[in-house]
């Protein structure tokens, strides 16, 4: 295959990195975006350049003004939209948001109205389906102890052999 049709057929997704905050009832931190209207995990789409783990430090660093560690990767997603093409979605462990660092979150006025802790049983009405399985699996890899892989928020069909 001559390389410059090798170069067009590679794919060039969108890569987005969030992170997973809980306070100590187990409950979940959103953030309410002014451009959309359900809810979303602190995060946002990575630089050239950027790993996928600073994207998301940095990203929580602007949206929420706090600096809190950032843990292991809980959650890979592969994400194909119609409209804006295929995507790579990271989900790493903020752990758990002591009552001080939740009340120390200064929201980036131009994009987010609010940051609120959610119950998991709320999930599937506050936030997009495909975000809502993402975000539970989350949480059960937290549990488990090692990321999973997901396509559209859910584990890949086992192939027949």
């Known amino acids: 295959m001559p390389e410059n049709e090798q170069?067009?057929?590679?794919?060039?997704?969108?890569?987005?990195?969030g992170a997973l905050f809980c306070d100590?009832?187990?409950?979940?931190?959103?953030?309410?975006?002014s451009y959309k209207p359900m809810w979303e995990v602190p995060g946002g789409y990575i630089e050239t350049g950027e790993s996928p783990l600073s994207a998301c430090r940095r990203e929580v660093e602007e949206e929420l003004g706090i600096t809190p560690p950032i843990g292991s990767l809980?959650?890979?997603?592969?994400?194909?939209?119609?409209?804006?093409?295929?995507?790579?979605?990271?989900?790493?462990?903020?752990?758990e948001l002591s009552p001080d660092a939740a009340?120390?979150?200064?929201?980036?006025?131009d994009e987010l109205l609010a940051a609120e802790f959610h119950?998991?049983?709320?999930?599937?009405q506050l936030l997009i389906?495909?975000?809502?399985?993402?975000v539970k699996r989350a949480i059960s890899a937290r549990g488990q102890g090692h990321p999973v892989y997901l396509e559209h928020g859910?584990?890949?069909?086992?192939e027949s052999v």
Do not use: C, H, T
């Open 129 to 134: 389906p495909r975000l809502a399985r993402r």
């Open 154 to 158: 859910e584990p890949p069909a086992e």
């Open 103 to 109: 009340a120390s979150i200064k929201l980036a006025s």
């Open 119 to 124: 119950a998991a049983e709320d999930l599937d």
């Open 74 to 95: 809980l959650v890979v997603d592969w994400a194909p939209n119609d409209a804006e093409g295929d995507k790579v979605l990271y989900l790493f462990d903020g752990g």
């Open 24 to 33: 100590a009832q187990d409950r979940v931190l959103l953030v309410r975006p």
């Open 7 to 17: 170069v067009q057929r590679m794919a060039r997704p969108r890569m987005a990195a």
